[in-house]
């Protein structure tokens, strides 16, 4: 049975959000050597490690992506604090925002959740 292109958009734009964040665990490199980088590398990594955890439980229950993505939204916006540059929340919080939205909508617009 071909699944709606609602079912696959969040999955596909929430792996390629994790990714994007993973991007910054890069500078765990720079000025750090041996455990200092893998602890440092866990800790980058994290929220992603989360977010994809998000994804995979999402396959079968999306509303368990809804729920993440809107709150990691909410986290990153009081952990940054409000006096960061818009940027960030530009290209942190909205995709993360779009992909709890789209989970949601999918959810509701599928024949495939579960409860």
């Known amino acids: 049975m071909k699944r709606p292109i609602l079912f ?3 999955r596909t734009i929430g792996i390629l959000f994790v990714l994007f964040l993973s991007l910054f665990a ?3 490199f720079k000025g750090n050597s041996g455990w200092r980088i893998l602890t440092a590398l866990f800790v980058h990594l994290l929220p992603a490690f989360v ?3 998000a994804v995979i439980v999402s396959w079968k ?3 368990v992506g809804a729920v ?4 990691f939204a909410i986290f990153y916006i009081l952990a940054a604090g409000l006096h960061r540059p818009w940027q960030w929340y ?3 919080v909205l995709p993360a ?3 709890g939205a789209l989970f949601l909508v999918g959810r509701h617009h599928s024949d495939y959740h579960t409860v």
């Open 90 to 92: 530009a290209f942190i």
């Open 97 to 99: 925002l779009i992909v």
């Open 51 to 53: 977010l994809l955890a």
């Open 68 to 71: 993440t993505f809107f709150a």
């Open 8 to 10: 696959w958009l969040p």
């Open 61 to 63: 229950h999306a509303w």
């Open 26 to 28: 890069f500078d765990v």
